[in-house]
Every structure is written in C-alpha cells, then in structure tokens.
C-alpha cells in the first residue's frame, strides 16, 4: 500500500493570504486526489491531478481558486487562493492503490484555519 | 445526482455485540462501494470493497453486503471492540475512473 504525508499538517492563515499544501507518496502513482472535508461533513472531490496534464476540476470548485501541480509521479501540491473563512477545511490527497485502480489511500490531511 | 447517505446519528454498542451500519445510495447502481474507517485527526483507511455482482464479502470481523435492491449497503463489524469506535465511511464510484462520492459517515462507539 502506498504511503502518503502532507504538509503542514495544520496552519492557521489570515483572511486574502493563500496557502500551498505538499502531498509526497512514497511509490509513483497515475491519479492523485484532492478533497476537502468541512467541519461535521464528508469528503468532497476537489479534482484529480494526472502527472503532465491539467488537473481536472468538479462542480463548484474552480483552477484560480485552487490551483494544482503535479510535477512528477510522487508529488502534488493543492493551493488555496484569497481564503476566507469558509475555507476552514481539512484537505486530504489520495492515490490510488497500485495493483488495483479500484481502492483509495489518503494522506493524514491538513487542518486548515481561516481566522 | 449520486448520492451516498448514511445515518448521521451515531451508533453506540456493548462490547462483543455485532455493529451494523447502513448506507443507501440514489440512481443507478455503482459498479462498487467501498468503507473507510476514519480515526479523528486522519484520513479514511480503506476496509472493503463490494461490487455489484457480489452479495457479501468478508474479511475478519466485518462483513459488507451489496443489495442492488433495496440500493442498500449493510455493514457489520462482529464481536465489536472499543478499538472498532470510529467513523465509518461509504463511497461509491461515480462516472467513470477512480471519483469516489462518500457519504457522511456513522460514529460508532463501542462502550465496556
């Protein structure tokens, strides 16, 4: 299974300020994940970053807001842009298992704060 | 819209006692679901997998059945430990490749 570490694990950011969160996994991956979990709710697809192509966004969520990279087949970063309050989230990265396309692995997530 | 929904309200059980939880999805049938655990603090860990074809699956203490049905997912944990008390999480494919939809998830306590 593969194994997945985010940074920072958490960050209190003040209101118009962005902040860049890292996913590294240990073994190289097609598909990488993000999602947004707000308080109390479940998982949302934020979108799905291939290496060398444009990441792929779902419905609400938008490139200037949250922009992402993926450099390489171990690493992707996930920007949140202008945060404001609603923001406060935790963001976790997933990957898909390896021998199968079927199964998700997540990072331990970052803990964001908007103040 | 695809929806996953689970019963928000938490579950609290005895030790030893088999834990079910539920979780029902709108439209079509997905071609699988899956159940996450999540501890608070971390991501989900993957547990199971079911498809369509298949009425149950087990591994261990937890067992999943898929009802195509009722569009319900039954999810039991066995023998239940104050170890099993987390939030567990249904998800189904949604369109094709990897998307996952989840549900909200239901707590689960497990008391001496």
């Known amino acids: 299974s593969a194994v997945i570490s985010q940074k920072p694990s958490r960050d209190i950011c003040q209101r118009g300020t962005s902040l860049t969160i890292q996913c590294q996994v240990d073994?190289?991956?097609?598909?990488m994940f993000w999602y947004r979990q707000q308080p109390g709710q479940s998982l949302t697809l934020i979108a799905t970053?291939?290496?060398?192509?444009?990441?792929?966004?779902e419905s609400g969520f938008v490139i200037d807001k949250f922009p992402i990279s993926r450099p390489n087949l171990t690493f992707s970063t996930l920007t949140v842009s202008n945060m404001s309050p609603e923001d406060s989230s935790i963001y976790l990265c997933?990957?898909?298992?390896?021998?199968?396309?079927?199964?998700?692995?997540f990072g331990p997530g970052t803990r964001l704060t908007v103040l | 819209s695809q929806k996953i929904e689970q019963n928000s309200e938490a579950l609290n059980i005895q030790e030893g006692k088999t834990a079910t939880l539920t979780c029902n999805y709108t439209?079509?049938?997905?071609?699988?679901l899956q159940w996450y655990r999540q501890d608070p603090g971390r991501g989900p860990v993957f547990l199971l997998l079911?498809?369509?074809?298949?009425k149950e699956k087990r591994k261990e203490r937890l067992k999943v059945t898929f009802d195509t049905t009722l569009k319900q997912s039954l999810f039991h944990i066995t023998a239940s430990q104050p170890a099993d008390s987390a939030t567990y999480l249904c998800?189904?494919?949604?369109?094709?490749?990897?998307?996952?939809?989840f549900g909200t998830g239901t707590q689960l306590k497990v008391e001496l």
């Open positions: 997933s990957v898909d298992e390896r021998e199968s396309t079927d199964t998700q692995y």
């Open positions: 073994s190289q991956v097609t598909m």
């Open positions: 970053a291939n290496q060398g192509s444009e990441a792929t966004y």
């Open positions: 439209n079509y049938s997905p071609a699988y």
């Open positions: 079911i498809r369509e074809n298949e």
């Open positions: 998800a189904r494919a949604t369109g094709g490749g990897n998307k996952l939809t």
